[in-house]
């Protein structure tokens, strides 16, 4: 899914505006397969971490100590993070920017403190993966548009960039609601763990109404979003309205009725299909403009 949203960040969105870019199609795929590699590494981390929620969470899931042994995990760990560290260290001198390399290095250790630590702390660890998320994103944008960016094509290229900040805001909301509501289906083996998750806190029904509403305000963005930008293209307003606002409306209406695991595993379910859908809209700005 990384690999499909920054492919249409690079050969939908972008082409849609007159714009410079930085990286060649090998380049591009570099810095895909490095985003791939340390998301890789931050998944096989998080499982070494979680195999005591796991075992209670998603008993038949479990692969780390099962499929792979632990040690072995470890060290696909370390390759996969070398290998994605190491290209952004070259691709950083390639476009002329060394400083970008710190995303790289920030990104993993991210992951690895998030995988270790954070995820136990209600709300940080869903902030800090919701942020990750977003900046899977913001980074072409950073490595295509930032060294490219002149004063004549200055205005051009920060139109750009903003508009795929809001891409990253949307992916940031949609996945923090997700991640809570993941939490809301793991609270027994999180307890177990002795983690401090927002479920465990507040209960399932009460961290169930803040998603509701978490929800709601997203809902709020996204036609704020349509009124401001998109009013005077029907095809867009209607796709928005359809795929994205739609769907939406149908989660709240399931948070507000949610009793069991297979309920928010549904409404899990419904907001990765938001995700999707919202990041295939990048496929109607070559119509706008």
């Known amino acids: 899914m990384i690999a499909i ?33 340390i998301a890789a ?31 072995s995990a470890n060290k696909l760990y370390i390759l996969f993070t070398f290998i994605g560290v190491c290209l952004g260290f070259y691709l950083s001198h390639k476009v002329g920017r060394p400083p970008f390399f710190g995303l790289f290095v920030i990104i993993a250790a991210s992951l690895y403190v998030y995988a270790s630590y954070l995820k136990q702390i209600a709300v940080a660890g869903n902030i800090i993966i919701s942020i990750l998320v977003a900046l899977s994103l913001l980074i072409v944008g950073i490595f295509e548009l930032i060294p ?15 508009v795929l ?23 027994d083996g999180d307890h177990k ?5 927002l479920p465990i806190l507040f209960g399932k029904a009460r961290t169930s109404k803040v998603t509701m509403v978490l929800t709601i305000i997203t809902i709020l963005i996204i036609l704020y979003y349509i009124s401001t930008f998109l009013y005077m293209h029907l ?12 769907p939406l409306i149908y989660i709240v209406i399931k948070m507000f009725t949610a009793e069991n695991n297979a309920h928010f595993k549904h409404i899990s379910f419904m907001l990765k299909i938001v995700m999707v859908t919202g990041m295939l809209s ?5 119509l706008i403009f």
């Open 5 to 37: 949203v920054q492919l249409l960040v690079k050969y939908a969105l972008f082409p849609a505006f007159t714009i410079d870019t930085t990286l060649n199609p090998l380049h591009f795929f570099l810095l895909v397969f490095a985003t791939l590699c």
């Open 41 to 71: 590494g931050g998944y096989i981390i998080n499982d070494i971490y979680d195999l005591e929620t796991d075992a209670v969470n998603k008993p038949n899931k479990v692969i780390v100590g099962k499929k792979t042994s632990e040690n």
């Open 235 to 246: 095809e867009a307003i209607a796709y928005f309205l359809i795929a994205v606002v739609g």
């Open 193 to 197: 763990a002795g983690m401090q998750t």
């Open 165 to 187: 900040t809001d891409f990253a805001i949307f992916a940031f909301l949609i996945n923090f609601i997700r991640e809570i509501v993941k939490d809301i289906q793991d609270v």
């Open 148 to 162: 490219a960016m002149t004063i004549q094509n200055e205005n051009v290229q920060s139109t750009m960039l903003e």
């Open 282 to 286: 990048m496929l109607l700005y070559r």
